[in-house]
């Protein structure tokens, strides 16, 4: 098993199947959202023609919805997939964001919930699309003044309520809308079925993976996460592997054996060498992986990401992620940390700046 070729098939960073960024969010199941900006990129690159137009005609449009979900962080999740994952996985974000807030110190009464709550509604339904700063001025008016951090949980609440979701799609900063204007109701599914469609949705665009990353990436618990591959029954199969194949990263410590779950309709033809990727901080390649070395050496680790979860823009080639590269500057900014590279990045480059102007 090619695991890194498999991968790239898998995550659409190659030959990708879709014309439509929606597509690939909804076939993706939720992808990380932290970078503002760079969350179109990571989208988009993952499209035949990359375009910043569709992705924000589909955002705008609510085909695309950006929330804290998962692990309670920003997600873009498909408004099919809305509220059957809202549904299964709110109860733990609000466990997580309630964790963050008792170690700072912080405590928001229900009585407080509920008033702040209508506030943000009746700003949202007026406005349609609205700001941070903007629901700190409604509050201001209502006499009511908070710091930058309280007001962000006060969001999160409504957001993991179902109540706000993201608004229109500006250049810089995000917004929100509520729910109601921009996701239509959704038959409710039973928690069996959502298991079965988020552990499909994982495997079908990540595979190879473990059920550890499976749980990493959910944020739900180890329990589900195997009640999910189990109502999968033989449409996804385990493989047990000692040293992952397909990787060019030399000098890697033998790992422990692991189970890679792969389904049964897998793809793995397309596959050629000599690509280069210029992948954004926060992208799925990465994040959607407790363990990353099958692509990143853990010699270069501190290269793609920190201990506090901050993720850098990072180069792969054939796969193996290989050095940094700078997104908002005028000309290619690129460095390699690993390994010997003279072919040129300006195809991808291009790629990258082309798909701003679409």
């Given at each position: 098993m090619n695991s890194i070729a498999i991968r790239l098939l898998s995550q659409q960073l190659i030959c990708p199947q879709f014309d439509d960024p929606a597509a690939v969010v909804n076939y993706?199941?939720?992808?990380?959202?932290?970078?503002?900006?760079?969350?179109?990129?990571?989208?988009?690159?993952?499209?035949?023609?990359?375009?910043?137009?569709?992705?924000?005609?589909?955002?705008?449009?609510?085909?695309?919805?950006?929330?804290?979900?998962?692990?309670?962080?920003?997600?873009?999740?498909?408004?099919?997939?809305?509220?059957?994952?809202?549904?299964?996985?709110?109860?733990?974000a609000l466990s997580v964001i309630n964790g963050w807030m008792h170690s700072n110190k912080i405590r928001i009464p229900e009585e407080e919930v509920k008033q702040i709550r209508e506030i943000l509604?009746?700003?949202?339904?007026?406005?349609?699309?609205?700001?941070?700063e903007?629901?700190?001025?409604?509050?201001?008016?209502?006499?009511?003044?908070?710091?930058?951090?309280?007001?962000?949980?006060?969001?999160?609440?409504?957001?993991?309520?179902?109540?706000?979701c993201s608004g229109d799609l500006l250049p810089m900063k995000a917004t929100y809308a509520l729910?109601?204007?921009?996701?239509?109701?959704?038959?409710?599914?039973d928690r069996d079925e959502t298991l079965a469609l988020v552990a499909r949705k994982y495997f079908?665009?990540?595979?190879?993976?473990?059920?550890?990353?499976?749980?990493?990436?959910?944020?739900?618990?180890?329990?589900?996460?195997?009640?999910?591959?189990?109502?999968l029954g033989t449409s996804l199969r385990g493989e047990m592997t000692k040293q992952p194949e397909g990787s060019s990263i030399e000098g890697r410590k033998s790992i422990n054996r692991r189970t890679f779950y792969v389904t049964d309709d897998c793809r793995t033809r397309g596959f050629r060498k000599g690509k280069y990727l210029l992948i954004p901080p926060y992208d799925e390649y990465l994040i959607g992986y407790k363990s990353r070395d099958i692509v990143l050496s853990p010699d270069y680790r501190h290269k793609a990401h920190n201990n506090?979860?901050?993720?850098?823009?990072?180069?792969?080639?054939?796969?193996?992620?290989?050095?940094?590269?700078?997104?908002?500057?005028?000309?290619?900014?690129?460095?390699?940390?690993?390994?010997?590279?003279?072919?040129?990045l300006q195809e991808e480059w291009k790629r990258y700046k082309t798909y701003q102007l679409k």
């Open positions: 993706m199941g939720a992808m990380q959202a932290q970078e503002y900006r760079l969350m179109r990129w990571a989208v988009a690159m993952r499209t035949k023609k990359p375009s910043a137009k569709a992705f924000k005609k589909a955002f705008d449009s609510g085909q695309i919805i950006r929330l804290h979900l998962m692990r309670g962080t920003w997600q873009l999740v498909s408004a099919e997939d809305y509220w059957p994952l809202l549904e299964l996985c709110s109860a733990k509604v009746r700003t949202a339904a007026d406005k349609g699309s609205v700001t941070k903007d629901f700190a001025q409604a509050l201001e008016e209502k006499d009511i003044f908070m710091d930058e951090h309280r007001l962000s949980y006060h969001i999160r609440y409504a957001e993991l309520s179902g109540t706000l729910t109601a204007n921009k996701v239509k109701p959704h038959v409710k599914m079908q665009s990540r595979q190879p993976a473990t059920l550890e990353d499976f749980v990493w990436w959910s944020g739900l618990n180890i329990n589900d996460c195997r009640r999910g591959i189990e109502l506090s979860g901050i993720f850098q823009p990072v180069i792969a080639h054939d796969g193996v992620i290989c050095g940094n590269w700078t997104p908002f500057k005028e000309n290619l900014d690129a460095t390699f940390f690993m390994g010997e590279h003279e072919t040129d």
